[in-house]
């Protein structure tokens, strides 16, 4: 190991990340201050990747959960040779640079995720650990071994503290992911003092207790974190934390402080940290001349592991043809099987829920990287998949179908590093008001452009018993509300067919299926077309004459509630129209006048809050809608309590 070159390096990614930081005048420079020999180890002695292909298929990934501490990944991601020029880090938090206040998935070369929000990097650190290890149990032979990468992971106690990690690190250690290795940052501060107000436990024993393997040592031993992590790659059956002290600014002024967490250093004291550093300081943007040696050297190395990688692959891909057209379409989210769509008869009485159970084993046959579970809800949910695998297992990697246990945040996050591995193409299942604890990973998994698949069952107040506490009112608003995320509720089994095929042809945003926990008619469509239109977002169910008087748009299981109250007007001419996507059939001026049919009223009606709704309806009396909680009760009961129902529906039509 050339020490000399590691030591430059880390002293070039402290110099550009204090001056990148105070010519922004925004930034966080303790923690690159803090880290910077680690990140050096990392990139220059430790990862296998190579810069020139930052998309290459068997590359470690790191994962910087800490992503306040962004300018170490920039700097280090410059010096290393990816596509981060000096000027980028010049531009350091400017509007359309690649160096962003916070590491952005698809925006940097080099950069596997979107982190910010402290705790979600380790969780897709997990769902990248676990997504390795079911494409090693798919694709790997006796012979050739063509997945075999590591995950790491860089954290700091805030990390540590959101809820979210908590889930992930328990899930990591049941499921004995041994190829994912955690870094914790242990610098004691945070923003407001020294981490001791708040948080005092064990986290070795924390750890420990989730079945992680521990280990402790020093950020500043070079040597002792290349020991430590080979310790760490020699335990196969349990995740790592290695627990590193450290000093949050180390080398400023006021290192060891909170003030050096989140602002810039100011003038005075990015000089004296220079002069500490050994750094003129009227040189800015300092880069030592053997840390740019040390990476040339490095170069010819990283070229030759992914040359040596490609010919493995070729000589497998060769003998294994069936596995190789698996490879693509895995990676190409595209199909590589075949499947009948389940048939459902007009009349035929159909939860959506178990129309979309009956569509994941027909897209599982279909595609071979559809991978899912749900949170302790699979039987609830029908959500299992019952095609080749089985459940995912530590002693059966090759599971297709996961159990992600009670817990909703991590699972959200898990698949959204599965997602963001590449190869895989996850789903996740619980009831729709429990998105609320998923709502931070959609948002993330949106801001990715990640297609996650959101099965959320349990849809409105018809789950009855279980209450308020069951029955959501807010939720669909409030998910349509994320920029990118693609809401979809089916108002039958036929339409659920179609609502996974959209789901499974997006390729650049989540989409969320709220569907149904009761049976529900599968009915008559008049637009014989409706399969195409549906595309569009919603279509004519009952077409009500080509100048109807009303038109009533709903969605879900309203679209039947609709239909019978149509049947009970009369004197007047009624449009149903099915609404499987409001914001795509909104974004169309053209087509929703077109579907609305002219009528002098538009009537929504939705089991939700109207918030939304307002531009559709003709007015606030046209919205009905579910604007309180629910109650304790039989679904019917529980509706006929609330007005909701085809009767009350219909005296609105007629008033």
Not at 368 to 391: E, F, I, R, Y
Request: aromatic share 8%.
């Amino acid at each position: 190991m050339d020490t000399k070159g590691i030591a430059a390096v880390a002293k070039s990614i402290r110099s550009l990340s204090i001056d990148a930081i105070q010519k922004a005048k925004s930034g966080h420079p303790g923690l690159p201050l803090g880290c910077a020999e680690l990140a050096a180890i990392l990139y220059g002695e430790v990862l296998k990747h190579n810069p020139a292909d930052s998309k290459w298929a068997d590359r470690d990934r790191f994962v910087l959960s800490a992503g306040h501490g962004s300018m170490l990944l920039y700097s280090i991601l410059h010096l290393s040779g990816y596509k981060v020029s000096l000027d980028d880090i010049k531009n350091f938090r400017q509007v359309g640079s690649v160096c962003p206040g916070h590491p952005e998935f698809g925006w940097t070369d080099g950069v596997e995720n979107t982190s910010g929000p402290l705790g979600q990097g380790i969780a897709l650190a997990v769902g990248m650990a676990l997504a390795e290890s079911i494409e090693a149990a798919k694709f790997n032979t006796a012979e050739h071994k063509i997945v075999d990468h590591y995950t790491y992971a860089l954290c700091g106690e805030g990390c540590l503290e959101e809820g979210v990690s908590s889930e992930a690190s328990s899930f990591a250690g049941h499921n004995k992911l041994g190829k994912l290795i955690v870094f914790y940052d242990q610098n004691k501060i945070s923003i407001d003092g020294s981490t001791d107000i708040t948080f005092t436990e064990d986290i070795g024993k924390r750890y420990e207790a989730y079945g992680w393997q521990v280990l402790k040592g020093d950020m500043y031993d070079v040597e002792g974190l290349l020991k430590l992590i080979e310790e760490a790659k020699k335990c196969s059956d349990k995740p790592s934390l290695i627990m590193l002290k450290s000093v949050i600014g180390k080398f400023a002024p006021k290192q060891g402080t909170p003030v050096v967490h989140g602002e810039p250093l100011g003038e005075a004291d990015v000089a004296e940290t220079k002069k500490a550093l050994g750094i003129n300081p009227q040189e800015f943007f300092y880069v030592d001349p053997q840390a740019l040696r040390y990476f040339e050297d490095k170069k010819a190395g990283f070229a030759k592991k992914e040359a040596d990688w490609n010919k493995e692959f070729e000589a497998w891909a060769k003998e294994n043809p069936e596995l190789a057209k698996q490879w693509k379409a895995s990676f190409d989210g595209t199909a590589d099987g075949e499947a009948e769509d389940p048939v459902y008869e007009i009349g035929a009485n159909v939860a959506t829920r178990s129309a979309s159970g009956d569509m994941i084993n027909a897209m599982g046959l279909r595609y071979s990287c559809l991978v899912g579970g749900s949170a302790d809800l699979k039987g609830s949910n029908k959500s299992g998949m019952k095609c080749d695998g089985g459940t995912y297992t530590p002693s059966n990697r090759a599971g297709r179908s996961i159990e992600y246990g009670i817990r909703e945040f991590g699972m959200a996050s898990e698949a959204l590093g599965m997602c963001a591995h590449g190869g895989i193409r996850p789903f996740v299942a619980t009831y729709l008001v429990f998105s609320d604890y998923m709502r931070p990973s959609i948002r993330l998994a949106s801001i990715m452009k990640q297609p996650v698949i959101y099965d959320l069952t349990h849809d409105s107040i018809y789950v009855g018993e279980d209450g308020p506490t069951h029955q959501p009112i807010e939720q669909l608003s409030s998910l349509r509300a994320i920029p990118g995320v693609q809401v979809l509720r089916p108002g039958d089994a036929e339409e659920t067919v179609a609502a996974w095929h959209i789901a499974m042809e997006s390729k650049d945003h989540p989409v969320v299926l709220a569907l149904t926990r009761q049976n529900v008619p599968v009915y008559e469509k008049e637009d014989k077309n409706w399969k195409e239109t549906i595309k569009k977002g919603a279509y004519v169910v009952k077409n009500g004459g080509e100048n109807p008087d009303v038109t009533v748009v709903a969605t879900g299981s309203e679209v039947n509630m609709a239909l019978d109250a149509a049947k009970k007007v009369s004197g007047k001419t009624v449009r149903v129209v099915s609404i499987l996507d409001k914001n795509l059939f909104e974004s169309d001026e053209k087509l929703m006048n077109e579907i609305l049919g002219g009528a002098k009223r538009v009537i929504v009606a939705e089991a939700g809050c109207r918030c939304g709704w307002e531009g559709i309806a003709t007015g606030r009396k046209d919205l009905f809608t579910i604007d309180r909680f629910g109650e304790s009760g039989p679904g019917k009961n529980v509706a006929q309590a609330l007005g909701f129902t085809a009767d009350k529906l219909a005296e609105l039509i007629e008033a």
